[in-house]
């Protein structure tokens, strides 16, 4: 018998049916899809996983069919549980997309495909009306506004997503099963628009090593993925996200407690460039941990600890507008503040040329931590406070007006609390 047929029988009776014998299930099909903001405004970034290895990572895109394909890369992202669970992270980038203009598409390889969606580019330049979803704290055990939301997103009523940190209730547990079973039940909302996100105190396990793997922000020009701070002009607005952790959780360094500090402080001197402010008045930002909430001001975030800064004198000196904060799993509208005292605009409207920035904690989306009571008697400065679970609908209506509207869960979807945030003119405080 010549070689060639003992390695015939070879395979036909030994291999053959071996290889099916110990053939394991293959995890190649996409899941987990996300889109955030890419480098520049005319880019997405599409981030996925799979449980294995995949060929290649691909997306195919366009506006009437799915014409151009973009390719990409996968990260081994390996959760530091017990079980060393595996999963590939893919990230594909498409760029030189066409202004306010709906794409189809999908995402995968040869191996699999995702089902199709859509999303819709921002308009050119800053003179459009960017509707944000903002909301803090949810996870998929009690995850209540989960399902409003995704219908919301879905109908078209938003442009993006901004998550302001706290996600699954924890991205890391059961061997980051509850993060995939989370990123599951975002995909109907971030696979339609871009869902930025900054951390929180849930999200810190592992050195934050599922919060970073996981998501892919970007401040617009950099090419540098940053998913602790970020910065995004959309329309009229220059939005800032940053990281309250880095002054809590030292263990994984101090020094990031000073390039977060020094980052700011350039892309706020940027901002309030006048030729910058000019067209994008609105200098709104975005954190975890809220200064002031009904039962204490979080003097760390306020003033820093012995490790850092902290914010508040920073923002109020160049100007901040608004000011999104999640944590506290309540709603809490603030009056215009600053070091404690209340600063309205006029008798007549608070928020009408408000003389320190507005602060608004909006985290309350749904977790498995109950929400906290009201209090009865509430500093001077909280205006208004609910333990529903409840998401800000932030609608940017031009250079002098924000509306910010509450929609609470509990009640059908009623809007709880409404206001109109009017600067005529913007920029340092000090300077009024
Ligand atoms: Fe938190």
């Known amino acids: 018998m010549n070689t060639t047929i003992q390695l015939s029988l070879i395979i036909a009776f030994v291999l053959f049916p071996t290889i099916i014998r110990g053939s394991q299930v293959i995890y190649v099909q996409p899941e987990q899809i996300h889109l955030s903001l890419g480098v520049k405004s005319n880019q997405i970034v599409v981030t996925w996983t799979t449980f294995n290895s995949t060929i290649r990572s691909t997306v195919c895109y366009g506006i009437e069919s799915m014409d151009q ?6 990260n081994e992202f390996i959760d530091d549980g017990t079980e060393r669970r595996k999963l590939f992270i893919h990230r594909v980038y498409l760029n030189d997309l066409n202004a306010n203009t709906t794409y189809k598409y999908h995402v995968g390889s040869t191996q699999g495909w995702s089902e199709i969606f859509t999303f819709h580019t921002f308009p050119m330049g800053h003179e459009w009306s960017p509707r944000f979803v903002v909301y803090g704290d949810l996870g998929n055990v009690n ?4 399902s409003r939301l995704q219908d919301e997103i879905q109908s078209g009523n938003h442009d993006l997503v901004l998550h302001l940190g706290d996600f699954a209730y924890d991205l890391h547990d059961d061997n980051g099963r509850m993060g995939d079973q989370f990123m599951r039940q975002i995909e109907p909302i971030a696979a339609y628009v871009p869902y930025q996100v900054l951390p929180g105190n849930h999200d810190n396990a ?11 922000m970007h401040s617009e020009g950099d090419n540098v993925t940053n998913n602790h701070f970020w910065s995004y002009n959309i329309g009229p607005v220059h939005l800032i996200a940053f990281s309250t952790e880095f002054l809590y959780y030292t263990k994984y360094g101090k020094q990031q407690i000073r390039n977060q500090f ?15 402010r000019a067209i994008r008045p609105w200098i709104v930002t975005a954190g975890h941990r809220a200064i002031y909430t009904q039962r204490y001001v979080n003097t760390v975030v306020k003033n820093g600890n012995e490790f850092g800064p902290g914010f508040e004198e920073l923002f109020f000196k160049y100007g901040v507008d608004l000011e999104l904060w999640g944590h506290e799993h309540i709603y809490e509208r603030i009056w215009p503040i600053y070091n404690g005292t209340v600063f309205n605009g006029t008798n007549d409207n608070a928020y009408y040329n408000p003389r320190a920035p507005v602060h608004v904690t909006t985290g309350s989306a749904g977790c498995i931590l109950l929400p ?12 208004f406070a609910s333990n529903d679970y409840t998401f800000t609908q932030m609608h940017v209506i031009n250079g002098t007006h924000i509306q910010l509207q509450q929609v609470s869960d509990n009640q059908n979807g009623q809007i709880i609390d409404q206001i109109y945030l009017i600067k005529d003119n913007h920029g340092t405080y000090e300077f009024k």
């Open 69 to 74: 394909v973009a390719h990409g890369s996968q």
């Open 143 to 146: 995850g209540r506004t989960l």
């Open 206 to 216: 592992y050195n934050f090593s599922h919060y970073n793997n996981r998501f892919t």
């Open 262 to 276: 020094d980052w700011l402080e350039h892309d706020l001197i940027e901002a309030n460039r006048p030729e910058n």
């Open 372 to 383: 906290p009571k009201i209090l009865q008697r509430r500093p001077e400065f909280s205006a």
